[in-house]
């Protein structure tokens, strides 16, 4: 009996999807698109949209929250990042899903990813709760299915019935929007058939996995500036007061595994890629502490002041295939003085996901706030 009900209530929900769904054609009137260039052509059987290094917005306001989103992708081995972008609060806030189809089959075949103030954090949010292998169907249309919860998604790709990605945690807060596509250079892409299907309650097939508490000893919290300028602190060995007047600040909470992403207030354009982010670190008496960290892209790292410590993480500083994701990678041993310790980290970022973390391994005699 419980079989029955089971399978009546899938085939029920199947047909309200299809009843509910609304399907936005490649069609010139109903894309806003911008970047480097685009075609409306019919494509190996489809009216599509070809992409280059471009963004499509729908027209309409769609004002997504939770449900369906379906389309097709025309897959070849060309290098490049196309995706869905969904939620979007305006250009530079969504939450966005790519694929990686020169890494077919791999781990890192595709990307979740939420995109703050303008930037991506694939180097922060990266493994198998934001990428899953796929072997994708090349020279071939490819069907991708997103299922979105509040909080939660599920990623299908050709396979509608077993999803090949679980998102356990939609890294931004829950917003209705608009929805878009991204051209992803630095090859082209056609994409076609798009169909929503707005659910107030969609059914995931995965567990729910809730994302781990962080470890103790880990910074869970860091006071963050906003932007300025890298050139301010080139040469700076000891930080001076016109240097850290001025400032504007916000508290970011830490994420799992430790890290906190800047870009949640900091904002990064051409001339501004650098921010603060700072602790007090209270000690009860004199003493060294190793503090492991991790950081993306650059940093230098400054206690009561004084430098003491720099680095550069960028995607391929090291080698060209060195991605720059981030990790307790890094270790730095701070001399602390009785009393109160001013820890501030200078961070400067290109792209890919601005960064830092920091834990305590030993924590007796100190307190951080």
């Known amino acids: 009996m419980r079989q029955r009900i089971s399978i009546t209530l899938t085939l029920w929900l199947a047909l309200s999807s299809l009843i509910l769904a609304q399907e936005y054609k490649m069609k010139p009137e109903l894309w806003e698109v911008t970047g480097?260039?685009?075609v409306f052509e019919t494509f190996e059987g489809k009216e599509s949209l070809y992409l280059f290094r471009s963004r499509a917005d729908l027209k309409a306001e769609?004002?997504?929250?939770?449900?369906?989103?379906?389309?097709?992708?025309?897959?070849?081995?060309?290098?490049?990042?196309?995706?869905?972008?969904?939620?979007?609060?305006?250009?530079?806030?969504?939450?966005?899903?790519?694929?990686?189809?020169?890494?077919?089959?791999?781990?890192?075949?595709?990307q979740y990813t939420p995109v703050f103030n303008g930037l991506t954090g694939w180097q922060l949010y990266y493994g198998p709760r934001y990428a899953a292998p796929v072997s994708?169907?090349?020279?071939?249309?490819?069907?991708?299915?997103?299922?979105?919860?509040?909080?939660?998604?599920?990623?299908?790709?050709?396979?509608?019935?077993?999803?090949?990605?679980?998102?356990?945690?939609?890294?931004?807060?829950?917003?209705?929007?608009s929805i878009g596509f991204n051209g992803g250079g630095p090859s082209p892409?056609?994409?076609?058939?798009?169909?929503?299907?707005?659910?107030?309650?969609?059914?995931l097939k995965s567990k729910r996995t809730p994302i781990p508490a962080?470890?103790?000893?880990?910074?869970k919290a860091w006071e963050v500036?906003?932007?300025?300028?890298?050139?301010?602190?080139?040469?700076?060995?000891?930080?001076?007061?016109?240097?850290?007047?001025?400032?504007?600040?916000k508290t970011i909470n830490a994420e799992y595994p430790g890290f906190a992403n800047l870009a949640r207030y900091a904002q990064i354009d051409a001339q501004n890629n650098t921010t603060f982010a700072k602790i007090t670190i209270t000690s009860d008496r004199d003493q060294v502490k190793k503090l492991t960290y991790g950081f993306s892209d650059r940093v230098r790292i400054y206690l009561n002041d004084k430098i003491l410590a720099g680095g550069n993480d960028g995607f391929s500083s090291r080698d060209y295939r060195f991605l720059g994701t981030v990790g307790y990678f890094d270790e730095v041993y701070l001399p602390l003085k009785k009393g109160k310790n001013e820890l501030w980290i200078a961070v400067s970022e290109n792209f890919g996901g601005w960064t830092v973390m920091g834990k305590f391994d030993n924590q007796e005699g100190i307190k951080v706030d």
């Open 36 to 38: 480097a260039g685009h």
């Open 62 to 110: 769609i004002d997504f929250l939770t449900g369906i989103i379906e389309y097709d992708i025309f897959v070849t081995e060309r290098r490049g990042f196309p995706g869905v972008r969904f939620r979007i609060q305006d250009g530079g806030n969504f939450e966005e899903f790519y694929i990686r189809p020169h890494q077919s089959g791999n781990p890192d075949a595709n």
């Open 136 to 177: 994708y169907k090349m020279n071939a249309w490819n069907h991708v299915k997103l299922v979105i919860d509040n909080e939660q998604a599920e990623i299908f790709i050709n396979d509608m019935e077993q999803p090949v990605l679980y998102i356990a945690e939609l890294k931004r807060e829950p917003a209705s929007g």
């Open 189 to 203: 892409f056609h994409i076609a058939d798009l169909r929503v299907t707005k659910l107030s309650n969609p059914v």
């Open 214 to 219: 962080l470890e103790e000893g880990v910074i």
């Open 225 to 249: 500036s906003n932007s300025f300028p890298e050139s301010k602190v080139d040469d700076v060995f000891e930080l001076r007061r016109d240097q850290k007047n001025g400032l504007s600040w």
